[in-house]
C-alpha cells in the first residue's frame, strides 16, 4: 500500500490491486460507512444575505477612507517631510545660541540668564546657549572677559587653548594668539589646559605664553585693571602689552625697530592714548612717534 | 497577462463574485476549527472587510489566499475549539425508502461518527470535513492551510485511521 493510502482512496488514486487488498480487509466496511456518511454532513446554514449586508455596513465606513487614502499619502509624506525640516531647523538654530563681539576699542557687559555678568574687553567674542542655560551653563570664549558668575550648576568657559570651570566666583578669562591667561578673585577655579587640570584660588592667576605656564598673584577680591580703564601687566613680554594697547586704542603699532620680546611689568590707561604710550615707553628706555592712527616705537639711542 | 489580474479587487462586481465563491467556504473553515457559528460569521465580516480595505493592494488572484490568510489568523491561539454539530442532510433522508431499522443505525453511526469528528486534532477534522463536506480538493485545503499537499493527504489518511479506531472502538 502507497503512503497516506486512506486519502487516495477518498480521492479515487488507488491502484485496482491496491483497491483489492484494501477491500478484502477487515477495516474495510467501517471506512466506507465513514466515507459515506460523513458525505451526508452539512456544516450548520450560513447566512450569505445577512453576512454580505454587514460586509457592506463597513465598507460603506471604511469606503471614502479607501478612496482619499493613496492621494492622501503623498500629502502626509510631503507633510512629514517638511515637519521634520522645520524640527531639525529649529533644534539646529536653538543650538547656535546667542554671540556677542566687541569691537576694537570697545566693552560690553552682558547679564546671563541667572544673572551671572561678563564684561567684555576689547575685540572679543562670546557666545553660550540661551535655551538650555539651566541646564548648562557653558561659555565659548575668544579674547578677554571677566566673569562674576552666580552660584549654581558648573559654569564653564571654553577656549581655543583651554577650559575654566567654576561653581560661583568672580575670575577673568583672557585668550589671546599664544596667550592665555586665568585669573581668580573670588572662590576657586579649574583651569584645564592640553588636557591638564589645575586649581587656581582667589589670589592667583595662571599665565600661558606660547605652551609655556607661569602662576602669579593677583588682589583678593579685587578686579581686573581692565575693568577701570587700564591695563595691567607684569613680566609680560612686550609684544602682548603692545597688543593689548592695539585693541585699547585701535592704534596700529610698529614694533620692528625694538625687542618686542622684552619684559614688561607695568600699567597704562585705556582712555588716555598719549599717556598710555608714555607709561609704555618710559620704563623701558625707548622713544616713539605718533602719527594719526600709527605709532612707531624705536630705541632712545637709535640716530 | 490574463484578464482576471486587470481586474480590481475594488470594482465592485469583482468584489461580490470574490464574496459569493468564498464566503461559505471561509464560514465552514473556520466553524471546522473552532465549532464556533459566532466566530465563524465574525471571520467571514473580518476577512472581507480586511479585503476591501486592501482591495487596491490585493489581485483577484491573490484574493482567496487573502481572505484565508486573514480567518486564520484572527483566532490564532485566541479561543479553544468547541465541540462541531453537525447536520445530516435532511433531503437524502427524505428520499430513501430505508426501513426504519436502517435508518436508525445510520443516524446511530453519524452521531458515533459526529463524536469521533469531536475527538480529532482540529486540523485532521478541519482537513477531513473541508474535503467531505465542501468537496474542496486536498490542493485548495493545502492552500488554505498553508501547508503543501502532502502534509494534508496525511492529515487525511490519520483522520481516516482515528475515526475508524474511535468509532470501532479500538
Not at chain 1, 596700529?252 to 614688561?264: E, G, P, R, Y
Not at chain 2, 497577462?1 to 480590481?8: A, G, I, R, T, V
Not at chain 2, 490585493?58 to 462541531?84: D, G, M, Q, R, W
Request: proline share 2%.
Amino acid at each position: 500500500m502507497q503512503e497516506n493510502y486512506l486519502a487516495k482512496w477518498l480521492n479515487g488514486e488507488l491502484t485496482e490491486a491496491e483497491l483489492k487488498v484494501f477491500k478484502e480487509s477487515e477495516e474495510y466496511a467501517t471506512y466506507k460507512k465513514i466515507r459515506d456518511t460523513s458525505e451526508k454532513l452539512q456544516a450548520p446554514d450560513f447566512n450569505m444575505e445577512k453576512a454580505w449586508e454587514s460586509i457592506e455596513n463597513h465598507r460603506v465606513q471604511k469606503a471614502p477612507k479607501v478612496i482619499t487614502l493613496a492621494p492622501f499619502k503623498t500629502f502626509l509624506k510631503i507633510a512629514a517631510v517638511i515637519a521634520v525640516l522645520i524640527a531639525g531647523s529649529y533644534f539646529y538654530l536653538s543650538t547656535l545660541g546667542v554671540t556677542v563681539i566687541t569691537e576694537l576699542a570697545e566693552n560690553k557687559e552682558i547679564i546671563l540668564p541667572d544673572n551671572s555678568e561678563i564684561i567684555l574687553n576689547a575685540e572679543s567674542e562670546l557666545s553660550y546657549n540661551e535655551k538650555n542655560w539651566d541646564k548648562k551653563r557653558n561659555i565659548t570664549l575668544d579674547g578677554e572677559a571677566f566673569f562674576k558668575v552666580a552660584k549654581g550648576k558648573k559654569f564653564t568657559v571654553t577656549t581655543e587653548q583651554g577650559s575654566v570651570t567654576v561653581l560661583g566666583t568672580q575670575f577673568n578669562v583672557e585668550n589671546r594668539e599664544g596667550f592665555f591667561e586665568v585669573s581668580c578673585f573670588e572662590g576657586l577655579v579649574s583651569v584645564t589646559m592640553n588636557g591638564q587640570e589645575t586649581k587656581l584660588s582667589a589670589g592667583y592667576s595662571l599665565i600661558a605664553i606660547n605652551g609655556a605656564v607661569t602662576k602669579s598673584e593677583v588682589t583678593k577680591n579685587g578686579q581686573p585693571s581692565w575693568l577701570n580703564n587700564e591695563s595691567s601687566f607684569k613680566s609680560i613680554p612686550l609684544k602682548y602689552v603692545l597688543a593689548e594697547f592695539q585693541r585699547q586704542h585701535n592704534i596700529t603699532v610698529d614694533a620692528s625697530q625694538i625687542d618686542d620680546n622684552q619684559l614688561f611689568t607695568g600699567t597704562f590707561s585705556n582712555t588716555d592714548t598719549d599717556l598710555a604710550l608714555k607709561s609704555i615707553s618710559t620704563p623701558l628706555h625707548i622713544k616713539y612717534e605718533l602719527k594719526g592712527n600709527k605709532v612707531l616705537f624705536y630705541e632712545e639711542n637709535a640716530p | 497577462m490574463k484578464n482576471e489580474d486587470k481586474q480590481n479587487v475594488c470594482k465592485e462586481n469583482v468584489y461580490s463574485s470574490i464574496f459569493n465563491d468564498y464566503s461559505k467556504t471561509i464560514f465552514n473553515y473556520i466553524y471546522y476549527k473552532f465549532g464556533n457559528e459566532e466566530k465563524a460569521n465574525d471571520a467571514v465580516q473580518e476577512a472581507f472587510v480586511k479585503l476591501w480595505e486592501n482591495c487596491s493592494k490585493v489581485s483577484p488572484a491573490k484574493a482567496k489566499s487573502f481572505l484565508y490568510t486573514v480567518a486564520n489568523n484572527l483566532y490564532l491561539n485566541v479561543i479553544k475549539a468547541e465541540k462541531v454539530r453537525l447536520k445530516y442532510a435532511d433531503k437524502t433522508l427524505k428520499t430513501t425508502n430505508e426501513n426504519p431499522e436502517f435508518i436508525l443505525e445510520e443516524t446511530q453511526f453519524k452521531e458515533k461518527l459526529e463524536n469521533a469528528l469531536n475527538g480529532l486534532p482540529d486540523n485532521q477534522r478541519t482537513t477531513f470535513l473541508l474535503n467531505r463536506i465542501d468537496g474542496k480538493k486536498y490542493a485548495e485545503i493545502a492552500e488554505m492551510e498553508g501547508v503543501s499537499i502532502k502534509a494534508i493527504e496525511k492529515r487525511m489518511h490519520l483522520a481516516l485511521k482515528n475515526l475508524r479506531k474511535k468509532i470501532d472502538g479500538i
